[in-house]
C-alpha cells in the first residue's frame, strides 16, 4: 500500500490511527454518556447534552488554528504532535475519573491537544511530496484510511469495553490507545524529519501577537457579547447561550480569513482566496457527517431496530448489551418485553437517581420501605439494611450509593418548557458501596430495575396480546448505538482503494476529474445521504415506529463516498495552495471551519425533536443543496486557480 510513497507515510498512518481511535471513542459515546439514565450516564436533557457535545467537538476543531500557527513560528510540527498527543491522552484519563470537575477538564485538555496535534500531522503528510507531485492526493486518500481504521476499532472497543465495565473505563481504553501513538511518534522521529520541515519566515509576516490581539482577543470579546445578549434576551430559545457565544466568537476568525489574501504577494493571493470557498463547502459537509456524535447517534439509540441488526454482533467481542426500558417507547408490538415484575416503579427522582447511579442511603431505604417484597444488595462496600452479595448477575444492576446530603435533585424545565430532573453528586465525594435490588421470582432473587411510572407505561404501551415476554431476568439484546458510526469508517476503508482505483482509470483514459469536481460531487453525495434519512423519517410515522437499521447505514454509505470525494482533497488543497509559510495556518483554517460546522451539528442534534423527522433532514439537506450550487457557479474559476498552482 504503501510502496510507491515517501517512507514518511507508515509511520504517519499507523500514529494517526491510534490518535484517531481514541479520538473517536468520545465521539462515539459522549453523547450518549451525557444522555443516559439508565446505566450510570450524566443524565442531562437532550438541549444540553446536544450543546455540550456541539460545543466539544466545534472547539476540538476551532484550536487547530492556533496550534497550527504556533507550530509554523515556534515548535516545528513534530513537537507539536507530541505535546497534543500527551495532552490528549491527560485529557481522556481525565475523562475516565468521576466529577464534574474532571468532565469539564477532560474536554478542555483534549480539544487543547487536538489544535497541537491534528493541523500538524496533516501538514507533516504534506510536506512528505514535492509541489505537483501527483502522488499527492493518493497519499491523503491513504492516510485518510489510517484515520477510519482506527475510527472503526474505536467503536467495536468502546462498545465492549462500556458494556463490560462502565463509561470510565471506556475513555481509560482510549487514553492508552493514544499513548501508543506517541509512542510511534517518539520511535520514528527521526525518520520524520523530512516532514517536519521549517516554515519559510519572513519580515513582513504577521507577528503571534498582533493575531492574539487582533483575531483572539476580539473573538472572545464578541463570543462574550453573543453569549451575554442570548442569555439576556432569549434564555428559553433553541439558539442557546453556548451557540450564539461560540458563532459570534468566530466572526473575528471569519473576517481574518476573508482579509489575509489582501496582505500577501500578488502570487499568493489567487491560491489563499480559492481556499475560501473550499472552507465553506468543508465546514457544510461536517456539519452534516458530525451529525453521527449528535442527531444520527440518537436516531440509532431511539428510531432504529437495533434488536435485529445483528450485522454488529462479530467474534471475539460481544457489541450487543441490554435493551434497558427506554428501548422500548417505540418498539413494534412482536418485540419481546422484559418481565413486569423486574421492574419497579418508584417516583421519577428515585428512578433517575438509580438510572444515573447516584443513590443515597435515605433513597435505598425508601425503596425498601415502599416495596417490601425488594431486598437492598450491597455488591461493594459497606450500606446499611443491605445484604452483601457476589453474584455477577446481581452486580451489573447495582449503583453507586453515596452518604445523605451529598446526593442532590434539581428540577427545573428546558427551553422548550419540558420538565427536567438533574441529579448532582457533590464535588469530591465518595460512594460507600454499591447497591442492587432483587425481588424473589420463582425462587430464585432476580435484580430487578427501578423505573418511573411513565417509563414503566411506555415499554407496554404497543404490546398487545401477542407480544412475547421474556422470563424473569432476561432482557433483548441489541446492537450498541455508537456502533452505527462505524459503518461511516468501515465504509471508507472499503471504498478507499475503489475510488483511488476509479480516479486513476479515468486519469488513463484522459477524463480525469478535477479536485474542484470532486468536491462538488461530494456536496451533492452529502445531500443525497439526507434524502435517504428523509425518506427513513416518514416511514417511522412521526417517530413513533422503529425502522430498519439499513436506512441509516445506507446513508452512512453515501456520505462516505462525498467524503472520500471531499475531505481528503480539501486537506490536500490546504498543502498546494497555501504559501508555505502559511501551509499550519490555513491547515487550521480548514479545521476552523470544520469546527463551525460541527457547532451546527449540536445545534441540529439539540432541536431535532422540534421538527417531524422528515421535514428535519429535508431542512438538512436543502441547506446542503444551496453550498452545493455556489460551488457550482464558480467551479470554472476554482479549477483555473488550482491548475495555476499545479494542484
Known sequence: MFKHHPRGLAPLFFIEMWERLSFYVIGGILLLYALDTERGGLGLPNLTANDIVGTYLAFVYATPFLGGLIADRYLGFRRSVLIGGLCMAAGLFSLGTRGETFFVLGLVLVCIGNGFFKPNIS?????????????????????????????????????????QFGWFWAFRMAGCGLLIGVLLLLVFWRLLAKADKPSQKRDDDIPISTILLTILVPALVVGFVGWWVATTWFPDSPVTPPMCGFLAGML?????????????????????????????????????????????????????????????????????????????????????????????????????????????????????????????????????GATPSTDP???????????????????????????????????????????????????????????????????????????????????????????????????????????????GFLRRRSRDVSTADKIYYGLLLTMVSMLVMALAGWLTEGGTLKVSALWLLTAYAIVTVGELCLSPMGLSLVTKLSPKRFVGLMMGGWFCATAFGNKLSGFFGGIQALMSPTTFFLVLAATVAVVALAIRAILPWLDRTIRQYGA
Open 123 to 163: 501538514a507533516m503528510v504534506g510536506n512528505l511530496y514535492e509541489r505537483g507531485d501527483p502522488r499527492r492526493d493518493a497519499g491523503f486518500n491513504l492516510f485518510y484510511m489510517g484515520i477510519n481504521i482506527g475510527a472503526f476499532a474505536a467503536f467495536f472497543s468502546s462498545a465492549w469495553v462500556r458494556d
Open 393 to 503: 448477575e446481581i452486580a451489573r444492576r447495582a449503583a453507586n450509593v453515596y452518604p445523605d446530603g451529598a446526593v442532590t435533585v434539581q428540577q427545573g424545565r428546558d427551553s422548550h418548557g419540558v420538565p427536567t430532573i438533574a441529579v448532582d453528586v457533590a464535588e469530591g465525594s465518595k460512594a460507600a458501596g454499591r447497591v442492587a435490588f432483587t425481588r424473589q421470582i420463582a425462587g430464585a432473587a432476580v435484580p430487578v430495575l427501578l423505573v418511573s411510572q411513565a417509563t414503566f407505561d411506555d415499554v407496554y404501551r404497543l404490546a398487545d396480546a401477542t407480544t412475547p415476554t421474556l422470563p424473569p431476568g432476561d432482557y433483548l439484546r441489541v446492537t450498541s448505538a455508537e456502533l452505527f458510526q462505524a459503518a461511516n469508517a468501515g465504509c471508507v476503508i472499503l471504498f478507499t482503494p475503489l475510488l483511488v482505483w476509479f480516479w
Open 252 to 384: 473575528p476568525l471569519i473576517v481574518f480569513f476573508l482579509r489575509l489574501p489582501a496582505k500577501t504577494e500578488p502570487q499568493e493571493r489567487a491560491g489563499l482566496l480559492a481556499l475560501l470557498p473550499i472552507f465553506v463547502a468543508g465546514g457544510t459537509f461536517f456539519m452534516i457527517l458530525h451529525l453521527n456524535t449528535t442527531a444520527l447517534t440518537q436516531w440509532a439509540n431511539q428510531d432504529t431496530d437495533r434488536h435485529s441488526a445483528s450485522v454488529f454482533d462479530l467474534a471475539p467481542w460481544n457489541t450487543t448489551q441490554d435493551a434497558l426500558p427506554s428501548y422500548f417507547r417505540n418498539a413494534a408490538a412482536d418485540v419481546p418485553r422484559p418481565s413486569k415484575d423486574t421492574l419497579v416503579v418508584v417516583d421519577e427522582a428515585t428512578a433517575l437517581k438509580f438510572g444515573t447511579s447516584r443513590l443515597d442511603v435515605a433513597a435505598v431505604a425508601a425503596v425498601r420501605q415502599q416495596h417490601p417484597d425488594v431486598a437492598a444488595v450491597s455488591t461493594s462496600g459497606e450500606v446499611a
